[in-house]
């Protein structure tokens, strides 16, 4: 059994769990290490890439930066989210406002830190990243269509590190990006429509607060359909090895989505939507191990 004291430890560490999205970003190291493999260093052998201590050090520093761009996006956003997460957020505040600050300052210097091992633009590069997630965070993020595409472009920025340190140019690698980044502004405006409430109490202004819910919806309808434009190229024009199955599956489910997202009013049906999405980006990393199963199964 566990004393009082371990308890409390327990939850705070439960807590800044929560606060940092520990699970997203252990999603986004292994994305790294598969894209990779797979994708970015494809030619090289499976240990040169695994063991590159370089590689290391750039997916050490884009979960340090993430991990503390959730701290300042939670930071600017608790007033919100007692309105639209109230349980998540009741579980945030057991850390204090300056306990996440400290480590938020501790993060990103480790980020530069580890970027230093690798060479100077990494440094360069890292504390742009940063300054980027807090300007979103504290700006933008309340901008309709800047903030969107913003928050989009900062979610792909960890894989678009990997590209340059890897100077592959392949095409493939520019549909894949395509896809994931169409995928990903289409979770935020469906996360916009989920927030509704609190981002229109506290005066932010959105794409549903600014031109309402049917032009959002429009537009979702409209993502969904330049999705099909990647997937087509990737399925036809690309070889990605047994992960058609996965773009097959990709475009029923984005079928569903248009067609649910015209029947959804409340909440809860925004949440059933942004989760296909995350469903889709989640499998998606997964999937990238269907390109070539040999890669894996040789190395078993």
Not at 192 to 209: M, Q
Request: with cysteine; hydrophobic share 55%.
């Amino acid at each position: 059994m566990l004393n009082r004291r371990q308890k409390h430890i327990l939850l705070k560490f439960f807590s800044m769990f929560s606060v940092v999205r520990g699970y997203n970003i252990l999603v986004i190291v292994l994305a790294q290490y598969v894209t990779s493999i797979y994708i970015f260093a494809h030619d090289k052998p499976i240990r040169q890439v695994v063991f590159d201590i370089n590689l290391l050090m750039l997916v050490l520093a884009s979960a340090a930066t993430i991990a503390a761009g959730y701290i300042i996006n939670n930071f600017y956003d608790s007033e919100k989210d007692l309105i639209n997460r109230p349980q998540k957020s009741m579980i945030d505040r057991l850390v204090g406002q300056n306990t996440k600050l400290s480590l938020y300052f501790l993060l990103n210097f480790m980020s530069v830190v580890m970027a230093s091992y690798v060479s100077f633009n990494a440094v360069i590069f890292f504390s742009a990243y940063i300054f980027g997630i807090w300007f979103y965070s504290h700006k933008l993020k309340k901008l309709p269509f800047i903030g969107n595409m913003t928050s989009a472009i900062l979610t792909i920025t960890p894989f678009f590190v990997i590209f340059i340190y890897y100077k592959n140019f392949e095409s493939v690698i520019f549909v894949h990006a395509m896809f994931l980044f169409l995928i990903i502004s289409m979770r935020e405006l469906t996360k916009d429509l989920e927030n509704i409430k609190g981002d229109l109490a506290l005066g932010y202004k959105t794409i549903p607060i600014i031109y309402g819910e049917k032009a959002s919806k429009i537009m979702l309808t409209i993502l969904t359909c330049l999705t099909l434009i990647p997937i087509y190229l990737l399925l036809y024009k690309f070889e990605v090895g047994r992960m058609y199955v996965y773009f097959y599956l990709s475009v029923v489910l984005l079928v569903f989505f248009i067609l649910l997202i015209w029947k959804s009013k409340t909440k809860l049906h925004y949440l059933i939507l942004h989760n296909i999405l995350k469903f889709i980006i989640l499998s998606g990393v997964l999937s990238i191990l269907l390109i070539d199963v040999n890669v894996i199964l040789k190395h078993i």
